[in-house]
């Protein structure tokens, strides 16, 4: 028997851009767990400078700023969460954990209708 | 002032498979509306071979096939679904309106975070 699961994935747009999404959320939870960009960017198996335009992409779409870098410090540079994208992280989270708590009866329905 | 809007795309895994996601589901509406897998593929600007691994891959992963071909008739074969997937489609449309409405507070926060 297989596992069923279902993946919540929410695209958040500003306009045509996209504010934040899954791979998004994922950066910035690595940024706070790592402080730096860098082995973000490792983990997720991106390229820096995919991450770092995806920091950018955020940081337009939001008021303040959702990641800033930080200079100096033995590593040679780091990068944290702002309170905005501590915020930001911890609202998209609740917003999925919602979403999968919601989904209840219809979730279980369709679960009958898949293989075992 | 850019519009935001919340997006909910969930992903529905049988073990690896991905059964059912935002193009399977987009891919079941259109056949659904014009009983053809061709005129679909062609409206989602995909391959007619992409529109039927798609299909192939809900048929493997749900109890009871989710659409089926039609041999004959005028427009010589089309594609219809069946009770299961106009089921499964329904289902899947329900987990994301209830995903969107559940996300109240949160997605209301979130956007007062976003810039106008």
Partial sequence: ??????????????????????????????????????????????????????????????????AVSERGGKSGGGMKLTDTGRRVLELYQQIESSAVKASGTSWRDLQKLLKD
Same sequence: chains 1, 2.
Avoid: H
Wanted: glycine share 6%; net charge positive.
């Fill in 1 to 66: 028997m297989k596992e069923n699961k279902l993946l919540p994935r929410f695209r958040v747009l500003r306009g045509a851009a996209i504010a934040l999404g899954p791979g998004k959320a994922e950066l910035l939870q690595s940024i706070l767990e790592t402080g730096s960009l860098n082995e973000s960017a490792r983990r997720l198996d991106m390229s820096y400078m995919r991450a770092w335009k995806l920091v950018q992409t955020m940081n337009k779409c939001f008021r303040e700023p959702v």
